[in-house]
T-cell receptor, first 114, second 108 residues
Framework: DAGVTQTPRHEVAEKGQTIILKCEPV?????LFWYRQTKIQGLELLSY????????DGGAFKDRFKAEMLNSSFSTLKIQPTEPKDSAVYLC????????????FGSGTRLTVL | GDQVEQSPSALSLHEGTGSALRCNFT?????VQWFRKNSRGSLINLFY???GTKENGRLKSAFDSKERYSTLHIRDAQLEDSGTYFC??????????FGSGTRLLVSP
């Protein structure tokens, strides 16, 4: 079975650009998460979808971050406009449903904003 | 592979009392994070530690990389503290390994 697939693996952007990160969850999983990982803060929740419905929009990340899930097998995270402080690894994770204890993580997208 | 052993799997507390959750690691972890599963099922960050201890209100967490463990202490437990708590740790790369969770029930 394919795990969580994230593309691209690496992204370099100029300050002010728009970037779109992509995620394909494990087939059949109803829950999808976007996290940002940094060495200072660890994993920070950006968005949470349950059956394609947005359940959590990340609070402090609402301003320039927008996650969408147009179908059950594909999600995007748009950052617009990018800032240097957005440089981090962005992880996508999925699980069967909210009762499941195991989160399956993708390999992440390393974003560098110059 | 890397493993995280979290205990206890379930914990019952009366209001006003306290206890500790623990995670043991089979390898040296670079950092640990504690989450709580909220009513929507999201994992919300409680603490992120690369070393030492951190405290926030009635919660306190400690991490000893050398001894390969982390703890989450809850004092003066309240009904709203009920939920499932997870630790997660990483060796410094992208991989994050989660504990199996602790279901906490606080009763009057």
């Amino acid at each position: 079975d394919a795990g969580v697939t994230q593309t691209p693996r690496h992204e370099v952007a100029e300050k002010g650009q728009t970037i779109i990160l992509k995620c394909e969850p494990v087939s059949g999983h109803n829950d999808l998460f976007w996290y940002r990982q940094t060495k200072i803060q660890g994993l920070e929740l950006l968005s949470y979808f349950r059956s394609k419905s947005l359940m959590e929009d990340g609070g402090a990340f609402k301003d320039r971050f927008k996650a969408e899930m147009l179908n059950s097998s594909f999600s995007t995270l748009k950052i617009q406009p990018t800032e240097p402080k957005d440089s981090a690894v962005y992880l996508c994770a999925s699980r069967t449903d909210s009762s499941a204890e195991t989160l399956y993580f993708g390999s992440g997208t390393r974003l560098t904003v110059l | 592979g890397d493993q995280v052993e979290q205990s206890p799997s379930a914990l019952s507390l009366h209001e006003g009392t306290g206890s500790a959750l623990r995670c043991n690691f089979t390898t040296t972890m670079r950092a640990v994070q504690w989450f709580r599963k909220n009513s929507r099922g999201s994992l919300i960050n409680l603490f992120y530690l690369a070393s030492g201890t951190k405290e926030n209100g009635r919660l306190k967490s400690a991490f000893d990389s050398k001894e390969r463990y982390s703890t989450l202490h809850i004092r003066d437990a309240q009904l709203e503290d009920s939920g499932t708590y997870f630790c997660a740790a990483g060796t410094g790369g992208y991989k994050v390994v989660f504990g199996s969770g602790t279901r906490l029930l606080v009763s009057p």
